[in-house]
């Protein structure tokens, strides 16, 4: 059998600052590597290697990505195993529950030539502060953005028939649960499905549902009740028991993006920008939020000024992305100092160590 691999994010670069979610997707471990070390260090491709190994021996993985480098990851977990590895630096550093017992510190440090790296220890420190600052404005832009995004949803708020919608939710949790109840205790775990990247909006939509026999493709306005429907799902998969992967907005997380539940075949999700997706196969159907629930006319009759927010909304995001690429620059070049200080043996010592630990996991 073929092994599964999962993408999704555990943090963001959201209106709310870096979001993590690392403590609900690493909920379920009993064994955590994590990584400590300088940038351009090799812990993504440490990672990586050793997700390739095991999938390529049938374990099924999961791969936690970056949401400030397109080509990096910030984690990998072997669900079978019950054990994963994560990149333990800031932003996301990881606080351990029980140490030595559950979670092992990796110092990839000692594979740097320390001497190396003293010459530069100026620039380190202001390309550093550099890239602390300007990521702080890409959050504060998002905010900006997040506030317009506001004063968009509020026409489609007070034109919405809100009796209507909770009989819409309660006829759709009908459909999708019926009398059913989950085989365990309830488990939710969350995650982002995509991010605010450098190189723009990133979703991992496709692969997340790709084993869901039935898909639901909310389509919408902003306001239209997408979330509220989606957080109302959560709910009652928990009280029935269920394991249900819930998805936050990558733009901002207190929104819902999409809720799966493996256990009945399902996965449900807003799919408008930036993440728009239309059915093309059997089990796949749209749920008009727009067309059921709000006021026939209301697109026609604010069409100017959802133009005009609409027009600052994108420069606002468009300028967050172009911080965030800015950043990532900036990452680049404090990278390129890291690097040649690295002695890419012992990492590679330290990779083969940590393959072992898992290999006597797997025995």
């Not at 949401?67 to 910030?74: A, G, V």
């Not at 001497?115 to 420190?125: A, D, G, Q, T, V």
């Not at 809720?259 to 399902?266: A, C, P, Y």
């Not at 070049?333 to 690295?342: G, K, R």
Request: some cysteine.
């Amino acid at each position: 059998m073929t092994a599964k691999v999962l993408n999704y994010y555990a943090g963001g670069n959201t209106a709310r600052g870096f979001y993590s979610l690392y403590e609900s997707s690493l909920q379920d471990l009993n064994k955590l590597f994590i990584l400590k070390g300088g940038p351009g260090t090799g812990k993504s491709t440490l990672m990586k290697r050793i997700g390739k190994a095991f999938s390529e021996q049938g374990f099924d993985v999961e791969y936690l990505h970056c949401p400030s480098d397109n080509d990096s990851i910030d984690g990998v977990k072997i669900p079978a195993l019950k054990a994963g590895i994560v990149d333990g630096t800031a932003p996301h550093v990881i606080e351990p529950k029980a140490p030595g017992a559950v979670e092992e510190y990796v110092n990839i440090g000692v594979a740097w030539d320390s001497s190396k790296l003293s010459p530069h220890k100026e620039r380190i420190l202001e390309l550093s502060n550099k890239i602390n600052a300007t990521t702080q404005k890409a959050y504060s832009t998002f905010a900006e953005a997040l506030r317009v995004h506001d004063e968009w949803e509020k026409i489609y708020i007070e034109n919405m028939d809100f009796e209507k919608t909770n009989q819409f939710t309660d006829q759709l949790i009908e459909e999708l649960f019926g009398t059913q109840r989950g085989s365990g205790a309830a488990i939710v775990r969350h995650r982002f499905l995509g991010a605010a990247t450098p190189k723009g909006a990133v979703d991992f939509v496709q692969n997340l549902t790709e084993e869901t026999p039935h898909r639901y493709f909310i389509k919408g306005r902003p306001g239209s009740g997408k979330s509220t429907l989606l957080k109302k799902l959560v709910a009652h998969a928990e009280s029935r028991d269920f394991e249900v992967e819930v998805y936050h907005c990558g733009f901002d997380p207190n929104s819902l993006d999409m809720v799966i539940v493996r256990e009945l075949g399902f996965s449900i999700f807003d799919s408008t920008a930036p993440h728009e997706y239309f059915p093309n196969r059997q089990g796949d159907e749209i749920i008009d939020m727009y067309e059921h629930l709000i006021t026939p006319g209301t697109d026609e009759k604010h069409s100017e000024e959802i133009a005009e927010i609409s027009g600052r909304y994108k420069a606002k995001m468009k300028e967050a992305i172009g911080l965030l690429a800015e950043a990532k620059d900036l990452n680049d070049e404090l990278e390129a100092i890291y690097t040649p200080a690295m002695d890419f043996e012992k990492l590679d010592q330290i990779t083969q160590e940590i393959k072992n630990k898992l290999l006597q996991i797997a025995k």
